[in-house]
Structures are given as C-alpha cells and as structure tokens.
C-alpha cells in the first residue's frame, strides 16, 4: 500500500485519483463530509494572495523534513481537535505531499465555516513553483 494510503486509512482509491468516491476507514469521503473530494475549492502555488494561512497538515517527520516558513502545522489526523488553532478571519490554504489529506482537511475546514482551498499538487507543486522552504532537522529542506 503506497505511503499516501496508509497515511489516509485508505482501503480503496487514491484520494488524488480521478474518478469515484474515495473509502476513508470503511467511510464515503463525500458521505462523511458532505462534499466529494473534486468538490474541494483548489488553488496553485503561483496564486496564492499574500494574507492567506498556509495550513500543513502531513505529519511531523514530512514537516521536519521541509515546510513553508510561516505555515501553520496542524497534522490532519488531529486537525478536528485542534480546529480552534486555525484563524478564522482570513483565508485558509491546506497543504499536504499529494493531495488527500489536504482534500480532507480543506473539506473539513469548510464544513466549520472556513474559508479554505487546498494547494493544488501539494509541497512538490510549491517547491516546483519557486517557494521558500525550510527544514526543522538540520538538512536542506526536502518536499518530494
């Protein structure tokens, strides 16, 4: 099972997949979140308005590893218990590796009445597109 499965319990399809409802632990996606996963507001890298939060929801070591200065780190599989740590006055822009946990996170976030996209292509597009990264381990910052 590839990392992006595992990381999302995953039984079925690849949320960045095209086509078909994704099965989050025996859940319809779109079921549990009112939405289906193309759905999701998105945005690209090069779009991105200044005033936005960058929200990263991977894990500890993908965020050690490398992350946009000045994101907020909000790992998605806690992000339900910690909503209350994202500012609600701006817009919320979500951020992942390949787009699942980003496309959860995002649909989430706007069922509690964010204003959230997810980052199209996920760290690899932002790194691609010429942003700023940096790293929490001592070694150059790595997003792929």
């Not at 005033?51 to 599989?77: F, I, K, Q, S, Y």
């Amino acid at each position: 099972m590839s990392h992006c499965l595992r990381k999302l319990g995953v039984k079925s399809h690849c949320p960045h997949e095209v086509g078909g409802n994704v099965t989050l632990l025996g859940t319809d996606l779109g079921e549990t979140l009112g939405m289906q996963p193309d759905e999701v507001p998105m945005i690209a890298a090069g779009n991105l308005p200044e005033d936005v939060v960058l929200l990263d929801v991977r894990g500890p070591e993908e965020w050690a590893a490398g992350h946009a200065p000045g994101a907020l780190h909000v790992p998605a599989d806690q992000l339900a218990d910690r909503l209350a740590e994202v500012p609600s006055d701006r817009e919320v822009v979500v951020v992942c590796h390949g787009g699942g946990r980003s496309t959860r996170s995002t649909a989430l976030l706007n069922e509690h009445g964010y204003a959230g996209r997810k980052l199209i292509g996920g760290m690899p597009a932002w790194a691609a597109a010429g942003r700023l990264l940096v790293s929490e381990n001592g070694q150059p910052p790595d997003v792929d």
